[in-house]
């Protein structure tokens, strides 16, 4: 039953997908913009293409004729994927979701007009004269993001009036591609944000692993923990959400489900249809299979019986702070001193700053307390450092 899978995109979550899929049995192309990239590095093939060059991306399929393309990342010409599709090509978890999921629009007006699912309050805006009536509609304080873009570029939250324009300027700067939309959301008075991995599967029941806590910093994941103990009606009610959605972009695999926790109920915000950087919190066990086993198994339709809690654990990342090349790693034997501790380093060629670099996993019994194994990953992960030996 082996698979020639495409893998496009090759950071550290499609290098553990990969080693995932080789392990049981399959056959991957690892594809990224640039050459040494981590799931290259474990990979049978690997392709260097601009991923947003429509033509380049053709030729690659045509090239290595996939049973599965699978998106790892979110700046890829997707509108590609339906024509994939057509030609009896399995994109993975679908075109529909690919697509739907790389533009805030659409995924927000499916989620919020189609499914009614609770949503923050939010309003479109093209120029700077409708973004003006955007922030004065949803009011101050108010949430900004491009429509299109990635690991938090161009989001900012307005709290003053001398933000506004700060704010436009900042979302267009980070827009991907030609696309200059942004929407603005009303600013939800949380007390926690969680992501719920959800395993969609081609011949059985949707299962949702235990919720994952996580904090967010310049709108990029820094620390994860599971399980995040919430109320029961909450979980019901996460759960219904990403059931609902899950099963309108249509599809099977794993997908990062994310929801604001408030005092009043619970709110949907975002997902992706595909391993999630929270969800790098697994690999410290925590789960019987973590996200990246489990994602393997629903794209290849191989049974999944059960997911079961089986540690509580944490995870704290390691961002660079220069530019440079050739990284060398310090503080490794010291984290790895301590008892429950692992470390996976993602083998990035290159650094810039706030690029992840690393992440320190935490782990205990499953009723051990999640808080001091947070706050034990965050304290050992100051204590690992990374820095180029050469410029770039």
């Known amino acids: 039953m082996q698979k020639k ?45 601009n991923m947003l060059d429509g033509d380049a991306l ?48 659409q995924i927000r007006n499916l989620a919020a007009d189609e499914l009614k699912l609770r949503t923050a309050k939010y309003a479109y805006a093209k120029t700077n004269e409708e973004f003006l009536a955007a922030v004065e509609k949803i009011g101050i304080p108010c949430v900004v993001k491009p429509l299109m873009s990635s690991s938090g570029k161009g989001q900012s939250i307005i709290k003053s009036k001398d933000a506004i324009e700060k704010a436009w300027k900042y979302a267009m ?15 939800i008075e949380f007390y926690a944000e969680i992501t719920l991995l959800t395993v969609t599967q081609k011949n059985g029941e949707t299962l949702f692993c235990p919720p994952i806590g996580h904090r967010q910093e310049k709108g990029d994941y820094r620390e994860s923990w599971q399980p995040y103990v919430i109320r029961a009606q909450d ?27 408030t005092d009043k109920g619970v709110y949907f915000s975002e997902l992706s249809p595909r391993p999630h950087d929270t969800g790098m919190v697994t690999l410290a066990g925590t789960q019987n299979l ?21 540690r509580a654990g944490a995870s704290a990342v390691l961002l660079a702070d220069e530019y440079g090349k050739v990284p060398v790693y310090s503080g490794v034997e010291e984290v790895l001193k301590e008892p429950g501790t692992d470390i996976r380093i993602f ?34 992960s100051k204590k690992l450092s990374v820095k180029p030996t050469q410029p770039l």
């Open 290 to 310: 973590n996200e990246f086993e489990l994602h393997a198994r629903a794209i290849l339709g191989l049974p999944i019986p059960q997911i079961t809690l089986e």
């Open 347 to 380: 083998n990035k060629p290159s650094t810039r700053p706030y690029r992840r670099m690393a992440v320190v996993l935490t782990y205990d019994r499953p009723d051990a307390d999640v808080n001091q194994l947070k706050e034990k990953a965050k304290t050992l």
């Open 173 to 187: 700067e980070g827009s991907r591609g030609d696309y200059a939309e942004v929407i603005v959301e009303d600013f």
């Open 235 to 261: 979980l019901q009610a996460a759960q219904h959400m990403a059931g609902e959605v899950t099963k309108a972009l249509t599809g099977a695999g794993i997908w990062g489900v994310e929801f604001f926790l």
């Open 5 to 49: 899978i495409l893998l496009l995109g090759s950071g550290e979550l499609g290098r553990e997908l990969s080693i995932s899929l080789q392990r049981l049995g399959q056959y991957v192309i690892a594809v990224d913009s640039y050459a040494g990239a981590p799931a290259m590095q474990v990979s049978q093939e690997f392709e260097v293409i």
């Open 58 to 105: 053709d030729q690659l399929v045509a090239k290595h004729k996939p049973d599965l393309v699978v998106p790892e990342i979110e700046a890829i010409r997707t509108e590609r994927f339906y024509d994939y599709e057509s030609h009896g090509i399995t994109v993975v978890p679908s075109a529909k979701a690919a697509n739907f999921t790389m533009n805030r629009k």
